[in-house]
């Protein structure tokens, strides 16, 4: 079963920046498009951004268009989430997340990264 390895949470001060790495455990698999979604505590999990392998279109949750940037490398496999002037509310366990190409929505995730961030 392939997993989703995810990295680079952590503890960062408001304005801050941080960057989010996450990787395939299995260098052959594709998808046709993986995203970021986060759960903050007590509160649902929301979409946070999407890239398409298809053809790198990209999708993002209105509140952190212009601070966070979702990329990819397509020789690594690898997606980031570049996120940038980081607020309090920005608080949450991230999870990557990929949509193969015979499922209509996200059916691989990782097991999340936490990502605080204090006043």
């Known amino acids: 079963q392939v997993q989703l390895v995810e990295s680079g949470g952590g503890l960062v001060q408001a304005g801050g920046s941080l960057r989010l790495s996450c990787a395939p455990s299995?260098?052959?698999?594709?998808?046709?498009?993986m995203g970021w979604f986060r759960q903050a505590p007590g509160k649902g999990r929301e979409f946070v951004a999407a890239?398409?392998?298809?053809?790198?279109?990209?999708y993002y949750f209105d509140s952190v268009k212009g601070r966070f940037t979702i990329s990819r490398d397509n020789a690594k496999n690898t997606v980031y989430l570049q996120m940038n002037s980081l607020k309090p509310e920005d608080t949450a366990v991230y999870y990557c997340?990929?949509?193969?190409?015979?499922?209509?929505?996200?059916?691989?995730w990782g097991q999340g990264t936490q990502v605080t961030v204090s006043l």
């Open positions: 997340a990929a949509r193969s190409r015979s499922a209509d929505d996200y059916d691989y």
């Open positions: 299995e260098r052959t698999f594709s998808s046709n498009r």
């Open positions: 890239i398409s392998w298809i053809d790198s279109r990209t």
